[in-house]
């Protein structure tokens, strides 16, 4: 197979054939990521030969993938016809595969019709990895997200039209100190409005290098303790009103890996963060050497 660079996937993709149709990302502007900041990751499409011949590699090697994700960084950002192609030879090629997922943003998806979307998932196209990371737009704004909320919650909406399910992260403590309760209560805002049907709570590391990096050297970002974020993942889980989510905050950067089907489980999520946040005792919480990106 060809890959290069670090290879991303979301946590649930681990038994998922990894296909790379894209290097890097065409973004990689938001201040917190270092996920494509290796010399060999610079944003480009590969070719439709080095593609095909990937697919045909899985197909004549006996393995028979049920499902198949599309890195990278936000691989949705490739036109129609090029992701129809590779979903089509994906289909004839290794007929096994039942869904492909994707990660993708405001910026892919709003760049597609419903209609386009609704060929994508025609031909397979089932789930897309969205980083919203936040609902309000002074953070958004401040990370270079490069897109709003309101572009967040259109992507929700056409997304839902054409079928294709959406799997939304947001980043705990990724507005700083000074916006952390701004950045909550418009988290839970925007994933009321969008209602996707998996949110994903991720907590902010600051990597070396990164532009967030630099404003924390300089003063001027302070990252929350994991006590203010643990208050920032209940008032989400109190205030986001959502019809039938599976709501995990168990990536490996969490202070407290949860999974909750809300709203059926909200009180019992709120009563063990309470519980936690009353005692303020750190052996609750994951050991900070534990803890990855
Ligand atoms: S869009 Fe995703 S991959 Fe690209 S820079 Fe932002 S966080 Fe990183």
């Not at 950067?253 to 909200?266: A, K, Q």
């Amino acid at each position: 197979m060809d890959y290069i660079g670090r290879i991303f996937r979301p946590p649930s993709e681990a038994e998922s054939m990894l296909l790379q149709v894209t290097v890097g990302c065409s973004h990689n502007k938001c201040t917190y990521c270092a996920m494509y900041s290796d010399g060999d990751q610079k944003f480009k499409v590969k070719p439709w030969e080095t593609v095909k011949a990937d697919i045909d590699e899985i197909a004549n090697s006996g393995y028979q993938p049920r499902r198949m994700f599309l890195c990278d960084g936000d691989a949705l950002i490739l036109s129609t016809n090029k992701l129809c192609k590779i979903l089509e030879e994906i289909r004839t090629s290794i007929p096994t595969v039942r869904r492909v997922g994707i990660y993708g943003d405001a910026r892919s998806v709003l760049k597609k019709s419903v209609d386009e979307l609704k060929q994508l998932k025609d031909l397979g196209l089932g789930i897309v990895y969205h980083g919203v990371e936040s609902g309000s737009d002074q953070v958004l704004e401040n990370i270079c997200k490069g897109s709003t909320a309101e572009q967040a919650v259109e992507t929700a909406h056409r997304l839902k039209e054409a079928g294709i399910r959406h799997s939304v992260i947001v980043m705990l403590g990724v507005g700083g100190t000074e916006l952390s309760e701004i950045h909550a209560t418009e988290t839970a805002k925007i994933l009321t409005a969008m209602d996707p049907p998996f949110v994903g709570a991720l907590t902010t590391t600051v990597v070396p290098g990164t532009p967030m990096n630099a404003a924390q050297l300089a003063g001027e970002f302070t990252l929350p303790d994991p006590w203010q974020m643990l208050d920032e993942l209940r008032t989400i889980i109190d205030k986001a009103e959502l019809t039938r989510c599976a709501f995990h905050s168990n990536h490996a950067s969490n202070y407290l890996p949860l999974r909750l089907n809300l709203p059926t489980d909200r009180e019992k999520g709120l009563q063990l963060i309470d519980e936690i946040l009353s005692q303020r005792d750190p052996s609750m919480l994951k050991d900070e050497r534990l803890r990855g990106l």
